[in-house]
């Protein structure tokens, strides 16, 4: 049986032992080290509902509908296996999943372990388990574990774009910066349309590796998907002034393709 659907995956409260002032600031006043800060606090909290379901695709597999999913834009790679890989997931697994879930939503970190270790025990190739064995290292400052489960999450699945972006957070984080850029591109290669990697690539290429050009593309592409967003807003506006001072031309503006409607609808939930 499927998961009944989309179900939420986890959620968790983060403690980022780096000193962070307060969370919402002014775009105008924002340094770059609160920017960072501020935005890697909320794009790891969204992972919460972002994580989608837990399944594995071989390796032909994926190749074979590559080509097909590549041709949509917006496509997630990694949603786009639910339907034909959660058929034979049993409901009382669903059900002992949900609950870990729960769980790490009430800070029972021990009690969700246990379960998603009984998870794990019975489908091994389940890569949102591995994802949540992250949350919980994250939340008990556990940084190295959080990393070492997201790593078994991608070679479980290496379609899974919110591992990716977790990681990516956590290489940032320890001052990999090359790293973690590439791990923000293959969230993106996996999902074209992922907001919070093209925000969390654009800030780090833009504070850390010094592309202002290429930062100023996924800031743009974060505001086609979020196009309210006043704080990124801001950000942008900040970031073309120091292109400008830098001496650099922007390239003229392109409209970017409409978002689809189905997209927004996939954040915020999951299918485990």
Known sequence: MQFNGYIKSCYFTLKLGIG????????????????????AS???KNISGDIVDM??????EVQQKRQTLN???????????????LAQIPQA???????????????????A???????????????????????IAYNENHLSDAEKWLDK??????????????????QRLNGHFAKAEQSYQQALANWNDYPDAHLNLAILLE????????????YQAYLTLNPHDKKVTAYLAGLEIKIKRAGLTLPEEKHQPAVQLEQKSEKNHAVN
Not at 55 to 60: K, Y
Not at 153 to 170: D, E, H, R, S, V
Not at 207 to 218: D, K, P, V
């Open 207 to 218: 504070l850390y590796r010094g592309q202002l050009l290429q930062a100023r593309q996924h």
């Open 20 to 39: 962070m002032s307060v969370f919402m600031l002014l775009a105008s006043c924002v340094t770059p080290v609160e920017r960072d800060d501020e935005t």
């Open 42 to 44: 909320k794009t790891l």
């Open 55 to 60: 399944v594995n695709t071989t390796t032909t």
């Open 93 to 111: 697994l669903s059900t002992k999943y949900q609950q870990a879930v729960v769980l790490i939503q009430n800070k029972a970190y021990k009690r």
């Open 153 to 170: 999450a991608i070679k479980t699945n290496a379609l899974n774009p919110y591992a990716y972006n977790f990681k990516g957070q956590l």
């Open 113 to 135: 372990n246990l379960l998603l270790d009984e998870v794990i025990k019975q489908a091994p190739n389940l890569s949102g388990s591995y994802v949540n064995k992250a949350v």
């Open 71 to 85: 041709a949509s834009a917006h496509k997630n790679l990694y949603l786009a296996q639910q339907q034909s890989r």
